[in-house]
């Protein structure tokens, strides 16, 4: 059933690890510049708990582009776990602390695509990938 996923092109593969990576390392930098221009809480509307969790992110996204552009499982790993988990702090700060809706939030819609995309192609990249 899943003999399809093996015969993914090794171009395929290096290219989807390359611009998942990058995207990747964009939102790193983001929670970066966050860091140094606000400190451990960014965001003055979120909780405590929130903000560490995308003050957090600036490690662990940068660990998951490095991994990710060095070809390795983890980084594929990593990605999945902190795409679902972003999501879902977003979609709880939209939806829980702002009261806003996705169709006003244009940052959550291409958060959802992009997590979507990552946690879909993982499965077919994977397997490629090194230990």
């Not at 990747?24 to 960014?42: K, R």
């Not at 902190?82 to 291409?110: E, K, V």
């Amino acid at each position: 059933m899943t003999e399809w996923m093996h015969r993914a092109p090794r171009w395929v593969v290096i290219s989807v690890c390359a611009i998942a990576g990058v995207l990747i390392f964009v939102g790193a930098l983001t929670h970066i510049t966050d860091l140094l221009s606000h400190g451990l809480h960014p965001y003055d509307w979120g909780p405590g708990w929130l903000n560490l969790y995308w003050s957090s992110l600036a490690l662990f996204d940068t660990l998951a582009a490095a991994l990710l552009i060095r070809g390795k499982r983890r980084g594929a790993d990593l990605a999945c776990a902190i795409m679902a988990t972003d999501l879902a702090a977003n979609w709880y700060a939209i939806y829980g602390i702002q009261h806003s809706s996705l169709a006003a939030q244009p940052g959550l819609q291409r958060l959802a695509v992009f997590a979507a995309l990552v946690v879909v192609a993982a499965p077919f990249i994977r397997r490629h990938l090194t230990n």
